[in-house]
């Protein structure tokens, strides 16, 4: 069944089409022959095409299935199959390929490590190759850059098919684009194409069309970047390419949020968010969430922005679920000791053979250089062995000497700013105090006796007594309301932010995103609130700017349901949860949000950015004194 959505721009019919079922069905004769056939080697030949038949259409469950299904027909017949091992290592490409498609990136690293290993104990060059061409997009996926460059860099140079090469080539491309090396990627997109010209596989064509398309969006060049996606979608939807089209629509949405195009956009994007949840896609699921959530805050329905921001939190919760992040951590570790062995081991070898020529150059000289050389060598070695020794420990010395004088400053920095903070705090508190003082009990004796003196009459009164207790009246109230913190119950709250994060905007190379809503119920929260919110955006503003190393912060600050969300987002370096320290920073702002009874959750990872959600509750009678 296919669903289709239209919608008219620009004068043209534009169609978006949503699928629920299998776009190209594997002939019924090979279902027959492995219900059938009892020969292992027709049966692993009958699997290899269906796996083949599910990565060609991106359908990752079925792939994973029949991926899994060959590996385990292959373990039960070994000695009977002779080339067992290439059925083996496919088994494990078509395995680690499902699994980088529903976006467990840490466990298609895990199947590639594991493979790789034995093709390279087994000798099989091409396979091998296909494997760590696979692994380099796993490393792209998880955005560790200079790892996967180094695997692509290999695929180029060894000499493999016309198809393989260019994969490797669009690969890098890609590398090149996230890099944002426009020109690069562009090379090596037209070193891919040149490379196509003879090739009938029309779909790889179509592959390339999409990144090439990447490049125009990147140059802002949207209208040509609009023409070429249509051109796709309607190529890949006669050809039954379902994986693609949905790609495409995806751009195609992204571009008309860019543009304004707010109807167009949320029409696409929906109907590719359909064809992600029915092929099970998550790792898709989430890049679409998230452009539908920036169309929603683009045209300013926040609520459905805040909506999906819980949706996109699911998904990842369940991406996170599925992976075994510790024992994958550890085979990667391995598999890279493994290279580094195999690099030295090499070295070793090649230092041999020329010991062995040294050796036999030597056997020419005469006995009595030869003599000289045996006992002078020795000493001499001797002597600059022990003089880099000594080199090698003063170095090390003034290291640590310097490590220890950093790190004492670092914790005399620390304690003297929870000291100021702690100052700053108790100065708070108390002038709030004496502000409630003056104003309650002086202001308000004050006021009584300036009622009862005019009830007595101007002709009871001694001469300027009236005057003199007006004065000290409005200079009591005038003394409270300058040690409360006027700024935040008087001026627009909403506007403060912006300022501060503005200087913050121009001092930096930050780019930072604030959007409150809606902006009126943001301006009337409690004063104490509103004091709190501020040092918490502070705090987490600072931690950013000093760590985070980030090119861009998002804040979204939301009144819903009797709460108070704060969302703050940036693209930085993330960091790793279990191996979190609490800082002076962190720790105040735990401190703040738990005397507040608010909640707080980090969603982060190395290379992955952070993103803090606080949720602080409401009551009516907070809405009402604000």
Same mark, same amino acid.
């Given at each position: +069944? ?5 919608v ?14 299998f776009?190209?069905?594997p ?11 009892s ?5 692993? !030949? ?16 079925? %792939? ?10 292959v ?18 490409r ?6 980088? +498609? ?15 290993a ?30 996967a ?11 493999g098919? @016309? +198809?393989? $090469? ?8 890609d590398?090149?684009? !996230? ?6 990627a ?7 194409e ?5 090739? !009938? ?26 023409? /070429?996606?249509?051109?796709v ?9 379902y994986?693609l ?32 949840? #029915? ?10 969430? &998230? ?19 819980t949706q ?25 000791t493994?290279?580094?062995e195999?690099e030295?081991f090499?070295l ?27 006992? %002078? ?7 600059v ?8 420990q ?15 400053g ?11 903070? @702690?100052? %700053? ?25 300036? =009622?009862? $003196? @005019? ?18 009246? &409005? ?5 409270? *309301? ?5 700024k935040?119950?008087q001026?627009?709250f ?7 994060? /503005?200087?913050l ?7 930072i995103?604030?959007?409150? *809503? ?14 709190e919110?501020?040092r918490v $955006?502070?705090e ?15 804040? *979204?600050? @939301?009144?819903?349901?009797? #709460? =108070?969300q704060?969302l ?20 105040s ?29 409401? /009551? ?7």
């Open positions: +069944m296919i669903f289709m959505a239209y008219s721009a620009q004068d043209a019919t534009i169609r978006f089409h949503s699928f629920a079922h776009p190209e069905k002939n019924d004769s090979l279902y027959q022959i492995l219900k059938s056939t020969s292992i080697d027709k049966r692993l !030949k009958v699997i290899f095409q269906l796996a083949e038949t599910h990565e060609r259409y991106a359908i990752p469950d079925s %792939l994973l299935f029949y991926g899994k299904l060959l590996k385990n027909t373990a039960t017949g070994k000695n009977d199959i002779p080339n067992h091992i290439y059925y083996e290592l496919s088994a494990d078509f395995i680690g390929s499902a699994q980088l +498609m529903n976006g467990l990136a840490d466990e298609a690293l895990k199947t590639h490590i594991e493979a790789i034995l093709a390279e104990t087994t000798k099989s060059e091409e396979v091998l190759m296909e494997l760590k061409l696979g692994l380099g997009k796993v490393y792209l996926a998880k955005n560790e850059l200079k790892t460059t180094k695997l692509f860099n290999e695929c180029l140079e060894f000499s098919s @016309t +198809m393989f $090469l260019s994969k490797a080539h669009i690969a890098q491309g590398l090149d684009l !996230k890099r944002e090396d426009i020109d690069n562009r090379y090596h997109y037209q070193k891919a040149d490379k196509l010209n003879d090739s !009938k596989d029309l779909k790889f064509k179509l592959t390339l069309a999409l990144n090439l398309a990447l490049i125009s969006i990147a140059q802002q060049e949207y209208n040509k970047a609009l023409g /070429s996606l249509e051109d979608m309607k190529r890949t939807l006669e050809n039954g390419f994986d089209y949905t790609e495409a629509v995806s751009m195609y949405g992204s571009i008309c949020t860019k543009l304004g195009r707010y109807q167009v956009a949320e029409i696409a994007l929906a109907s590719a968010y359909a064809n992600s949840i #029915q092929w099970n896609r998550l790792e898709l699921q989430k890049t679409i969430i &998230n452009q539908l959530r920036h169309t929603y805050a683009a045209k300013g329905d926040y609520e459905n922005a805040y909506a999906l921001m996109y939190q699911a998904v990842s919760n369940e991406i996170i679920e599925k992976q075994n992040s510790s024992a994958i951590k550890e085979l990667e570790v391995k598999y890279q493994l290279q580094k195999n030295i090499a070793q070898e090649e230092q041999l053979q020329k010991e062995a020529e040294i050796s036999r150059q030597k056997t020419i000289k005469t006995a009595f250089l030869v003599g000289f050389l045996v006992l %002078l060598v020795p000493i001499i070695t001797l002597l062995v022990y003089y880099q020794k000594l080199q090698a003063s170095q090390l010395n003034i290291q640590q000497e310097e490590i220890n004088t950093r790190k004492i670092a914790l005399l920095n620390e304690q003297e700013l929870k000291l100021v903070r @702690t100052s %700053l705090e108790v100065q708070q508190e108390e002038r709030a105090r004496i502000a409630r003082a003056l104003h309650d009990s002086i202001g308000g004796n004050l006021a009584g006796i300036k =009622l009862q $003196l @005019t009830n007595l009459g101007d002709s009871m009164l001694p001469k300027n007594i009236m005057k003199q207790i007006n004065e000290t009246y &409005n200079l009591v109230r005038d003394v409270s *309301h300058d040690l409360i913190p006027e935040f119950g001026n627009d909403c506007s403060l932010i912006s300022e501060y994060l /503005s200087k905007d121009s001092a930096s190379k930050l780019n995103s604030f959007n409150p *809503h809606p902006r009126e119920e943001v301006n009337i929260l409690p004063n104490h609130l509103k004091v919110v501020y $955006l502070q987490l503003m600072t931690n950013t700017l000093k760590h985070a190393d980030a090119d861009s912060v998002e804040i *979204h600050l @939301t009144v819903h349901n009797k #709460q =108070l704060l703050f987002e940036d693209d930085g370096a993330g960091f790793d949860m279990n191996k979190m320290q609490k800082g002076i920073g962190l720790s702002i735990m401190d703040r949000i738990k005397k507040i009874n608010g909640s707080m959750n980090i969603d982060t990872a190395i290379d992955r950015g952070t993103a803090v959600t606080i949720v602080i509750p409401i /009551s009516h009678k907070e809405n009402h004194e604000a």
